[in-house]
């Protein structure tokens, strides 16, 4: 399997060396230059620091009087409505029972095209955790590769599972939450902390407790994409120094993880399981990305879907899964969402809140389709701290 792996992170190092020897001459020729201008340089880098101080400052105020309950007021209020008024995710909060099914999860998911829900006990209405679209991939695969000759199994009993049992299969989803009173400041240094094996993208919102025995119960769910969207509503904010830095002068691009479309879809489902990404590249005969394989599209799983698991992603995708109604292509159909390693951090935010994405998949050049790397927003919120 190890053959798939498509690692192309070599070739933007090799392009900049030049670029980057060029700007060290650069550098040393205005060196002797600035011996002669030195008080005019240094009244200037004064003024530039004491201006990019202040402009960093005004992103530094908007995150610690943000409350998270404000963050998830501004998602209501600017997410565009889904057309279906029965189905206005966002307006309250969607969770899963842990008495449901895996099936019914999963077609709650698919339905308010969410890679996530928490799970609430139906009894105590106690906040169990979290299950999103990587838990029930990982249940799939390990469930599939137990029982792949009990079609009976694959038929009947796969999906009907009971999801509070698969909550946190992953080990990807640690059950955390926090105060709506909490500042952005607090939220970003939880999604940012290394205390937590994998890096968390979403955390669960509770009341602010009125006493101290008060259990306190899930209001909402802030996530990665919560913020980066606050971001891009208020670019003035941002400093510039990052806001307008590239993702390759920002180190953000990192190697892609792909499979050929003629994997087989139990094989690829591993590589994405055993990455602990929700998505990876899908490769086709002449090296160029194609499409996305996301631990989202099996929310369109069905039973008769299991057959399709030994051939290839390209037929899984034509055959063994219906399209899932949300209004965004997914999977082959769908071009890959691509930048250059020039974008500034904005620009790539932009790109992920317009398309609904968590990932950038950087090429060459606009113009061609070779692609060598990707920017993910779990790396990227680092720089909005």
């Known amino acids: 399997m190890s053959e798939h792996h498509h690692h192309h992170g070599h070739h933007h190092d090799d392009k900049k060396r030049p670029r980057e020897e060029a700007h060290k001459a650069a550098g040393e020729v205005s060196g002797h230059k600035s011996e002669q201008h030195d008080g005019a340089a240094a009244k200037k880098t004064r003024t530039a620091e004491v201006s990019s101080a202040v402009e960093g400052s005004k992103w530094a105020q908007l995150t610690g009087s943000t409350t998270v309950g404000d963050l998830v007021h501004h998602r209501i209020t600017t997410r565009p409505r889904p057309t279906k008024p029965e189905e206005a995710r966002d307006q309250h909060l969607v969770a899963i029972e842990g008495d449901f099914t895996v099936g019914a999860a999963m077609g709650l998911l698919a339905r308010h095209d969410l890679l996530s829900a928490p799970v609430i006990d139906p009894r105590s209405r106690r ?6 679209v990587l838990d029930i991939t990982g249940y799939i695969l ?45 939220l970003i240094h939880l999604f940012c902390a ?10 669960a919102v509770t009341a602010s407790p009125t006493s101290p025995d008060e259990a306190p119960s899930v209001t909402n769910v802030a996530s990665l994409s919560d913020v980066v969207a606050l971001a891009v509503s208020q670019p003035d904010l941002l400093p510039p120094e990052k806001a307008k830095a590239t993702v390759g002068a920002l180190k953000l691009v990192k190697p892609i993880i792909g499979v050929r479309m003629d994997s087989a879809v139990v094989d690829a489902l591993d590589i994405l399981f055993h990455n602990k990404v929700s998505g ?35 037929q899984f995708f034509v055959k063994g899964l219906p399209r899932v109604a949300t209004g965004h292509e997914r999977g082959p159909g769908r071009a890959p969402v691509t930048c250059t390693a020039e974008a500034t951090l904005l620009e790539c935010m932009e790109l992920m809140v317009k398309e609904q ?15 060598y790397g990707v920017v993910s927003m779990s790396d990227l919120i680092h720089h909005l701290k």
Not at 127 to 132: E, R
Not at 194 to 200: A, D, M, Q, T
Not at 357 to 371: C, G, T
């Open 127 to 132: 906040f169990l955790g979290f299950v999103d």
């Open 142 to 186: 390990a469930s599939y590769s137990a029982h792949s000759d009990d079609t009976n199994f694959l038929k009947k009993e796969l999906l009907n599972e009971e999801v509070s049992h698969i909550l946190n299969f992953s080990r990807c989803d640690d059950r955390v939450v926090i105060e709506e009173s909490k500042t952005l400041k607090d």
């Open 194 to 203: 290394p205390r937590f094996k994998h890096r968390l993208h979403r955390v």
């Open 280 to 314: 990876i590249a899908l490769i086709d005969h002449s090296g160029r990305v194609t499409g996305n394989l996301s631990a989202s599209d099996l929310r369109g799983l069905k039973p008769e879907s299991f057959k399709y698991f030994e051939g290839s992603v390209l």
């Open 357 to 371: 994405i968590h990932r950038v998949y950087v090429v060459d050049n606009l113009d061609s389709l070779h692609i």
